[in-house]
Structures are given as C-alpha cells and as structure tokens.
C-alpha cells in the first residue's frame, strides 16, 4: 500500500511506523494487543505480511497496513528460527527504513527479531541499532535502555564481555556523554540533566587498586566535561544505579550491557524500552527477544513493553519538534 496520497498530519498526532519483526515470534501478537490499548493516539503503519495474523485468524487494525507478502502461507509456524523468516524480518525493516527517509512516517518502532534466523538469511545482523545506523548513515549512534525508574546509556553493546575493555577509550566515552545529554535535552524535554558515569571494575577500581581503566580513561573524560555537563563518575556501578534510583541522577552510562540490562528488568521488567540516539528519527523497540517459546499462544504474550516503546517515540517525536 502507498502512502503517497495521504496528507502529512498537521495536528499531535504522530504517525509512527511499526516493524512487525519475526514474523514467527510474538510481535504480531504483542502488536495486537498494543494497537488496541492505543487506539486513536497516533496514527500507525504497520509494515509486515498478514500470513500470521491468518494463521491465528486475527484482523489487523491500524491507519494503514503495508503487507509485503513474503512469506508462504502453507508451512508458516510460529516459534520457528527459519531463514524465510529472517530474510521477511529484514525486508519489513528496509521498508521500513524507505518511507522514513520519504518523510511518510514520524518515527519508527521494530519489535523484536531473531538475530540467529537474520543471520541464517545471509544477512550480517548484530541488532537493529548496527543496521539501522549503517542504513542511515549514521556515524555514532547510542544504545539507551530505559523502564519507568531508570534510564541507561551504554558505552558498549552486543559484544563479547572479553572485547569491553578495549572498546573503552576517550572518544567513545565523550561521544556517549555527549549525545545522551543532547537527547535528554531533546527527546525527554530536560534543561539540565543530571548524568552519572559506572565505573567499569568493582568498585570503580579503588582508585587504580582493581583495574585502571577508571583512571587512565574515565576520569580525564569527566573533567574535561564538567564545564559544561552535570557528571559525576565513576562511581562504583552498584552505587550509581541506586543513586538514579532514587532521583538524583537522569541517566546512567553504564561500561557494558548487563550492567543496564539487571537492574532494568529487576526493577520493572515490563516498561522496559530500547531507545537509538543519533539516528535522524526516533526509533524504539521492546526491551525483550521474540519469546519463540510462548509465540503460538496468542493469550501469553505481555504487550506492555510495546505499549510503552510506542508511547515513547510518539512522546519523544513530539519533544524533538519543539526543540
């Protein structure tokens, strides 16, 4: 379906894509049930094929519905990793990618894919965050994961825990810091963040006693920032994480991703969203994978992180253009 003869929107009403992702995972279910809940607040294209909402004799409801038709009907499976199925996830995404950069979409939120079904497609995959920057051409993009408690940046994303270390360096680092403060300014509407930097060793290596990347990386890239950005760091990763807890930090950067992702989905697992900085639009997804062992039980799947991965990109677009 083409979206060419549908005017842009001139009131609040955000028009938000929506990437179906495994088509053999619970994102048809999860995108259901999130619709539903969010009728009338924006306007929705989803882009994706109609063989599972059939399989599970379900209709589709939203503004508009792009069914790319790539997939076969006869054989279809939920809970499945297949190459078709990986190979249909990454279409959903391109086009995805083509009505953005038409300017027929505001904002764009993927839920989730299976990147061992992506792979098996001969698509080199390693996340959304990866392939949505190459495709855009974005030169440095952020990973912020955030639930109603907590918001987190982190420094280092899908790669072994034995290459963090040497993925920590200065330039990074800034680069973290500084475009996780332009986006809370931007996106979340705040005039003077509070930032707070984990150290990466226990303890944030009492002072140089445990490791000393806290001391010949971290600390120099704080102070040369402190002039012009609310930071303090590092603090022991445990500490800090507490600290934001409780108000008094915005946003945390954290060395690696679990020390993001524990406390995330200790403290509330179903808010939880993945949020992409740097790209020319918003982009957000579900902070969790394709459940492929519930996907054929319609009833299981939790849309809530979907529902808040949406309300996000349509609150966030909304701040950006008052910016």
């Known amino acids: 379906m083409s ?15 929506i990437t179906l992702g495994d088509p053999s995972g619970i994102g048809p279910s999860i995108l259901l049930k999130a619709l539903k809940s969010l009728s009338g607040i924006a306007r929705f294209t989803v882009i994706g094929s109609n063989v599972p909402f059939k399989k599970n004799k ?9 069914d790319l038709d790539n997939l076969n009907q006869k054989g279809f499976s939920f809970g499945k990793i297949r ?11 391109d086009k995805a990618i083509e009505l953005i950069k038409q300017g027929q979409i505001d904002c764009l939120v993927t839920l989730p894919v299976s990147k061992e079904a992506v792979n098996l497609s001969g698509v080199k995959f390693s996340g959304h965050t990866e392939y949505l920057a ?5 030169e440095d993009t952020v990973m912020m994961l955030l639930n109603k408690d907590l918001k987190f940046s982190l420094l280092t994303r899908h790669i072994p825990l034995k290459d963090v270390t040497r993925n920590i360096n200065g330039p990074n680092l ?3 810091i500084v475009m996780t403060c332009r986006a809370l300014k931007e996106l979340f509407g705040l005039d003077d963040p509070r930032i707070v930097v984990c150290g990466l060793n226990p303890h944030a290596s009492d002072n140089g006693v445990i490791g000393d990347e806290e001391n010949r990386v971290i600390k120099p890239v704080l102070k040369r920032l402190k002039h012009k950005i609310l930071i303090d760091g590092p603090i022991s990763a445990d500490i800090a994480v507490a600290l934001a807890k409780n108000n008094k ?3 945390v950067i954290a060395m690696y991703h679990d020390q993001a992702l524990i406390p995330l989905k200790l403290t509330s697992f179903d808010t939880g969203v993945n949020l992409t900085l740097g790209l020319p639009f918003v982009r957000t997804s579900p902070l969790h994978g394709t459940a492929f062992d519930i996907a054929p039980f319609f009833d299981q799947a939790n849309p809530q992180s979907a529902i808040a991965a949406i309300k996000l990109a349509i609150q966030c677009t909304l701040n950006q253009k008052k910016a």
Do not use: H
């Open 3 to 17: 979206l060419k003869a549908n005017p842009t929107l001139k009131s609040s009403r955000v028009r938000v894509g």
């Open 83 to 93: 190459p078709e199925y990986g190979r249909a996830s990454i279409e959903y995404l």
């Open 174 to 176: 800034k680069n973290n």
């Open 134 to 138: 190459k495709k855009c051409g974005a």
């Open 249 to 251: 930090y915005d946003c």
């Open 58 to 66: 379900l209709k589709l409801d939203a503004s508009y519905f792009i």
